[in-house]
Nanobody, 123 residues
Framework: EVQLVESGGGMVQPGGSLRLSCAASGFTFSNYDMSWVRQAPGKGPEWISSIDIFGRSTYYADSVKGRFTISRDNAKNTLDLQMNSLNPEDTALYYC????????????????WGQGTQVTVSS
């Protein structure tokens, strides 16, 4: 059974930083591109970042480029997201997802999302 468990969310002031982590199990982690997706209240899912199986190629949405950094550790089966310069528009539930952008945003792709971790940016 595929399991993706996110952690590291919380409340932070504007301009602050958080580091999210995702622990993967139930599949061969190193064989899959991975992504982060977020969903703000009342809005649809927003893809924010992907990383290839080797961790060499990374991709970002314009909304987070230059502020967020995705990384992975295939030895530990973990996916991370370092988030800097956070602003209130970053408030959302953040999900770790298996696959690239096109895959994770399909309805069927939702089967391979974690439960999410809440990030709230507020003063």
């Amino acid at each position: 059974e595929v399991q993706l468990v996110e952690s590291g969310g919380g409340m932070v002031q504007p301009g602050g930083s958080l580091r999210l982590s995702c622990a993967a199990s139930g599949f061969t982690f190193s064989n899959y591109d991975m992504s982060w997706v977020r969903q703000a209240p009342g809005k649809g899912p927003e893809w924010i970042s992907s990383i290839d199986i080797f961790g060499r190629s990374t991709y970002y949405a314009d909304s987070v480029k230059g502020r967020f950094t995705i990384s992975r550790d295939n030895a530990k089966n973990t996916l991370d997201l370092q988030m800097n310069s956070l602003n209130p528009e970053d408030t959302a539930l953040y999900y770790c997802a298996r696959g690239i952008k096109a895959v994770v945003l399909r309805p069927s792709g939702r089967l391979y999302w974690g439960q999410g971790t809440q990030v709230t940016v507020s003063s």
